[in-house]
């Protein structure tokens, strides 16, 4: 259960010196701790988030969650919470806020909204200037003592955000400095420099995709008691929902074909991408979780912080998204489930990012210099027939349409694909507007300067939007396209690749209108022989109690174009499960179980974690029909 922190007004001492604050207000300054008569409010905490959608993505790159008004260019209801001000008189307003077209255009944005106080609406409209996350001036209220209702009245359903309200009794706002202001919301919201809150575990998973659910319940079923952390309501990853990818890649085959049969219990029985919610049966995924009492789900909940002694985890403290509130979780063994490596990043973990040099590992898909290139992250999206005439806003943002280069499609998925150019972990806000931004442009084109689909209306537009590339973490074997392409025999090998080496680069013709800032992908599948991957590519090389499973083990950019789908992942994350309880049972690092207890290991995966009996076949999307034998050279077919 989610818990809320009590939204009480800050009554501490002014203290440091005071900065000026944007040009959104002129006279005031800011405050270098929380001021005197101060209430502070985060936007994500609101007990009513009314058509607002709750956005955590980006809580590295900003400093924490916020709330969006994603209506898809129709505006969504108010969001709400109660407020309690503690005395009467006036008090000068300020929110945090983005307006988000700033990098493509100097207009004023369209992410515009009001904030309402005690039913009245505070007549600055904002979110529509400035070009970076900044506290905006809304204006001055007299107001009485008391309870009163705080409210965040959306403009356009065009992707407003709000971080955090300010009410002060002074013309001072938050620093604007994403460490001060991490300082300043600490002070503000009570939060204590170390988790008051601790749990412990035999062995905790972050990241509640497909791998770490896998990873989680395959330990749970040795016995083994487990954290699993979701930074999002709903489980899944990119499988889930909110971004709706089918699941990928094959599942038992290779050496210990038992693995992977756990996916039957909660894979979708329909296939697609892009498609309406119900295809993606989150329910079974949630409940594929709520039948291990060995485990314990930490929904809404984001890895933050990691306490090491030596080279070891000893903790991780995660947040809540909604509330703050943070626990230090503590275990022997922990896993990274979270596809960006965030674990093992703030563990110190050896990780690298984009593509090495062809002549590193002699792989021929490699480039001929290293690089930063990655694959890049899809907003999808779709239009449905309203039977009758349906109007779209224009929206024209400096992203350069016109007859030759809009898109003239009613759907998107996979194919709308940004970022490659970009960094995935300190860009991705950018990312994903980019994405949200090309969506909405290309729409408003097609309806308003062409005149087609005019009985056709957006009907859905993911915001947490699919990444499949950023940072992999090193373990003692790096997997490489040799291994790939002979089907190399590893003693340690677990789960089976089967997927073709699929590397997605910009979509030539897309090149040719947006040089640089693509947003369409393109791709080369080029098919493989199923290849087993090694144990020593699930574990970091130099933290010694951190295990890996999903896109981000120890791989080239190469092998990762096959490694990366969600059915794979899993299996690493089954395969990470079961070595977790071996090095349980004999207190023994991951390292130390492939010196000593590998062949345990090896007895645990041909039996794999899934239930016993009859499972359905929900495998849908085959990549190893009628294969050649392994071979040196790679086939290459064009999609």
């Not at 008004?69 to 503690?86: C, K, N, Q």
């Not at 009570?190 to 990873?215: H, K, L, Q, T, Y």
């Not at 094959?250 to 074909?257: A, K, R, S, V």
């Amino acid at each position: 259960m989610l818990r809320f922190l009590p939204l009480i007004p800050v009554l501490l001492s002014l203290a440091g010196a005071a900065a000026p604050l944007s040009s959104a207000s002129p006279s005031a300054t800011v405050a270098a701790s929380a001021p005197s008569k101060g209430i502070f409010i985060e936007c994500e905490s609101f007990s009513d988030k009314g058509g607002w959608c709750l956005d955590q993505q980006f809580m590295d790159e900003m400093g924490s969650p916020y709330l969006l008004a994603h209506g898809m260019g129709v505006p969504v209801a108010d969001a709400s919470t109660r407020i309690e001000i503690p005395e009467a008189g006036v008090w000068n307003v300020y929110a945090r806020c983005y307006n988000w077209t700033a990098p493509w255009s100097s207009k004023e944005g369209p992410g515009k909204f009001q904030i309402k106080i005690g039913g009245r609406t505070m007549k600055t409209v904002l979110g529509g200037k400035g070009s970076a996350w900044e506290w905006q001036f809304a204006g001055s209220l007299k107001l009485k003592a008391g309870e009163t209702l705080l409210a965040l009245h959306d403009l356009s359903g065009f992707e407003g955000r709000c971080d955090a309200i300010f009410l002060s009794r002074e013309a001072l706002a938050p620093p604007a400095e994403t460490e001060a202001l991490a300082s300043f919301r600490r002070v503000a919201l009570g939060i204590p420099d170390e988790p008051a809150e601790r749990e412990a575990f035999d062995f905790v998973v972050v990241g509640g995709g497909i791998a770490g659910m896998c990873a989680a319940v395959a330990a749970a079923r040795q016995g083994v008691k487990v954290a699993l952390v979701n930074d999002r309501p709903v489980l899944g990853g990119n499988n889930s929902a909110e971004i709706r990818v089918h699941l990928g890649g094959n599942i038992e085959l290779g050496p210990y074909p038992a693995l992977g049969r756990m996916q039957r219990e909660f894979g979708h029985s329909r296939r697609g991408n892009a498609k309406p919610a119900e295809y993606y049966e989150d329910d079974k995924k949630q409940s594929f979780i709520d039948a291990e009492p060995n485990v314990k789900l930490f929904a809404g909940y984001r890895a933050v912080k990691v306490s090491k002694e030596g080279t070891r985890i000893s903790g991780v403290v995660i947040r809540n998204i909604e509330s703050s509130a943070e626990i230090l979780l503590e275990a022997p063994l922990f896993a990274d489930c979270t596809g960006d490596g965030s674990v093992g990043f703030l563990a110190g973990a050896d990780y690298r990012y984009g593509r090495e040099a062809r002549s590193e590992f002699g792989e021929s898909l490699a480039p001929e210099k290293a690089d930063n290139f990655v694959m890049g992250a899809s907003v999808q999206w779709y239009s449905s027939e309203t039977g009758k005439k349906s109007k779209f806003p224009v929206f024209d943002y400096g992203i350069p349409f016109d007859d030759a280069s809009v898109q003239k499609v009613t759907m998107g998925e996979w194919t709308w694909e940004t970022g490659m150019l970009h960094d995935m972990t300190r860009e991705f806000e950018y990312i994903r507007d980019y994405g949200m931004a090309v969506i909405y442009s290309n729409w408003s084109y097609l309806k308003n300067r062409l005149g087609l689909y005019q009985d056709r209306a957006l009907d859905w537009v993911a915001y947490v939007s699919g990444k499949r590339e950023s940072r992999r973490l090193m373990g003692d074997y790096i997997y490489k396209q040799d291994d790939i392409d002979k089907a190399v025999f590893h003693e340690d090998a677990t789960f089976a690749t089967s997927w073709s080496i699929d590397l997605h680069f910009p979509d030539p013709e897309n090149s040719k209108y947006f040089p640089g800032e693509e947003f369409k992908a393109a791709t080369v599948h080029n098919r493989i022989y199923p290849a087993a991957v090694p144990y020593r590519c699930l574990y970091s090389r130099n933290v010694d109690n951190l295990f890996m499973a999903g896109r981000d083990i120890s791989v080239t950019h190469v092998a990762l174009g096959t490694t990366r789908v969600m059915r794979t992942c899993g299996m690493a994350g089954e395969v990470v499960g079961l070595a977790a309880s071996v090095c349980l049972r004999h207190s023994s690092s991951p390292r130390e179980l492939y010196w000593h207890w590998l062949p345990e290991l090896q007895e645990l995966m041909r039996r794999g974690a899934a239930v016993p009996g009859d499972l359905p076949d929900n495998q849908h999307f085959n990549m190893v029909k009628s294969l050649p034998a392994p071979r040196l050279l790679i086939q290459e077919e064009k999609k």
